[in-house]
């Protein structure tokens, strides 16, 4: 098959790529972060661009496009709304509508959720309170759910672009430096490692399984036992993280309290079998020993 992932450099991109290159061909896209993977091809392309967005795609012609190109974050896509809606909205209809016949798995978030009540279902009403899982409900709707494919998720991994943190490195970066962590002990997420949704996305490519589908690790945590978890593994001095509630910590009005994933219909839909948060960490562990990272060539 060949298969087309956008947002290739990006964090989950960068992942599926690495993963996928060893049963398909695979074509992975940048924009600001050039890079080399072997075994696999990357180009550049730019999904705001309509005409080359179309021009590549048909050049390419994939079977399926894994569309994970975005502004990831939320007060990211709060200080720049306009960007966030190019790439998630209007970035999303230019793939959608140069995709013809192949297969679209869209990459959204649980921050379509509101977070009030947790657990959610595929089934539950998103209501985002914040631009990201807005822009990202917008582009859900352009994407047909009824023949492609939308997995709802949160992520965490090693990122090939150096200065980009997500919430796992960045505590593993602070801790390393011997410096205080500040972790929710009232904010509830699921979450799962990138490499462990590779394997499961390649399911999703080959069983041509379609709808919205929660994927992540079927723990239901708070951030500050996810960062206590977390530093056990990588052998950290818990003693610097530090447990404290989000209304004592102005700024994070936009982050949804609970929005953890039911993940029920993924277990009983997949045949891949979902790990725990726990083998997430220790996977993430050894993928730093054994250099994982230095599979990609930036520049």
């Known amino acids: 098959m060949n298969i087309l992932v956008t947002g290739g450099s990006g964090l989950l991109g960068s992942a ?6 060893d049963y398909f061909k695979v074509t992975a896209t940048y924009t600001a972060h050039p890079f080399k993977l072997n075994g696999c091809d990357t180009i550049f392309m730019d999904i705001t661009d309509e005409k080359s967005t179309a021009a590549e795609i048909k050049k390419i012609k994939p079977d399926a496009i894994i569309h994970t190109a975005a502004l990831v974050g939320v007060d990211v896509c709060e200080k720049d709304p306009t960007l966030a809606h190019r790439l998630h909205v209007e970035g999303t209809r230019n793939v959608v509508n140069a995709a013809k016949h192949a297969k679209i798995i869209y990459i959204s978030t649980d921050y379509v959720f509101d977070g009030r009540k947790g657990m959610y279902k595929e089934t539950d009403e998103p209501h985002p309170i914040n631009y990201y899982g807005r822009t990202k409900l917008e582009g859900e709707s352009i994407v047909n759910s009824e023949k492609n494919a939308i997995i709802r998720t949160s992520l965490f991994g090693w990122s090939i672009v ?3 943190k997500n919430f796992a490195t960045w505590i593993l970066n602070e801790m390393a430096d011997n410096r205080r962590v500040n972790m929710f ?7 799962i ?3 462990d949704l590779a394997i499961v996305l390649k399911e999703i490519v080959e069983r041509n399984i379609t709808g919205i589908l929660n994927v992540a690790y079927e723990d239901r945590f708070n951030k500050y036992d996810f960062a ?3 530093a056990d593994v990588f052998g950290l001095d818990k003693r610097l993280i530090q447990k404290v509630r989000r209304a004592d910590v102005p700024g994070h009005e936009k982050m949804p309290l609970d929005v953890s994933l039911d993940i029920s219909k993924a277990k009983k839909l997949l045949r891949t079998k979902i790990p725990s948060l726990h083998q997430g960490f220790v996977r993430l562990k050894k993928l730093r020993d054994e250099s994982y990272l230095d599979n990609f060539k930036l520049g």
Do not use: G
Request: hydrophobic share 40%.
């Open 185 to 191: 002990a009232d904010q509830y997420k699921s979450i």
């Open 16 to 21: 599926i790529s690495f993963y996928l290159k």
């Open 162 to 164: 150096k200065d980009k």
């Open 228 to 230: 206590m978890k977390l």
């Open 193 to 195: 490692l990138v490499n």
